[in-house]
T-cell receptor
Framework: DSGVTQTPKHLITATGQRVTLRCSPRSGDLSVYWYQQSLDQGLQFLIQYYNGEERAKGNILERFSAQQFPDLHSELNLSSLELGDSALYFC???????????????FGPGTRLTVL | TQLLEQSPQFLSIQEGENLTVYCNSSSVFSSLQWYRQEPGEGPVLLVTVVTGGEVKKLKRLTFQFGDARKDSSLHITAAQTGDTGLYLCAGVGSGGSNYKLTFGKGTLLTVNP
């Protein structure tokens, strides 16, 4: 158990819909990262928040957005869903935002999104 | 764009055999990490290698970072069924992007009894 929690575990929805994925970081961690994992693309970095502020963006579509709340939990919002958005979505947390290899990211168990 | 290529993509072996998986890039990373991911779980960090030429051992697992910090290998001795999983390498960015992990697509290892 990494200490990072994600809900829901599974989500099935239809094309065109909007969903929200939730992540609670490990106690004491200020930084939250979102990743998407698919068979063809592998694990890809989407976006990072640190203490409520956006710090970095990766391969995140404009239809996707995220935020981190004062209690440090984070939500990833996916809208106008397409079949290709079906994937595993992981949240990770770390103590800080810098330090490279010293700043270990701990991954949650993921949310499996299926778009029909 | 920094890319990491992992090989082989799939590996199925018998318990007790040795194996090596590779992680290669044309880019230099400040460090490189190896993760193992089991079905229904998120990746779990196994090791971080930092210095070119560095070798780290974790029980039956041996990790090596290439001299030029562009490639790495993971060697497992006398594999066990519990080693089954998806092995991912991830390059850690440097400077202003040192938050960023760039993952390879992984090697799916199956160890048969």
């Amino acid at each position: 158990d990494s200490g990072v929690t994600q809900t829901p575990k599974h989500l099935i929805t239809a094309t065109g819909q909007r969903v929200t994925l939730r992540c609670s970081p490990r106690s004491g961690d200020l930084s939250v990262y979102w990743y998407q994992q698919s068979l063809d693309q592998g694990l890809q970095f989407l976006i990072q928040y640190y203490n409520g502020e956006e710090r970095a963006k990766g391969n995140i579509l404009e239809r996707f957005s995220a935020q981190q709340f004062p209690d440090l939990h984070s939500e990833l919002n996916l809208s106008s869903l397409e079949l290709g958005d079906s994937a595993l979505y992981f949240c990770a947390s770390s103590v800080t935002t810098s330090g490279g290899f010293r700043n270990t990211q701990y991954f949650g168990p993921g949310t499996r999104l299926t778009v029909l | 764009t920094q890319l990491l290529e992992q090989s082989p993509q799939f590996l199925s072996i018998q318990e007790g055999e040795n194996l090596t998986v590779y992680c290669n890039s044309s880019s230099v990373f400040s460090s490189l990490q190896w993760y193992r991911q089991e079905p229904g779980e998120g990746p779990v960090l196994l090791v971080t290698v930092v210095t070119g030429g560095e070798v780290k051992k974790l029980k039956r697992l041996t990790f090596q970072f290439g001299d030029a910090r562009k490639d790495s290998s993971l060697h497992i001795t006398a594999a066990q069924t519990g080693d089954t999983g998806l092995y991912l390498c991830a390059g850690v960015g440097s400077g202003g992007s040192n938050y960023k992990l760039t993952f390879g697509k992984g090697t799916l290892l199956t160890v048969n009894p």
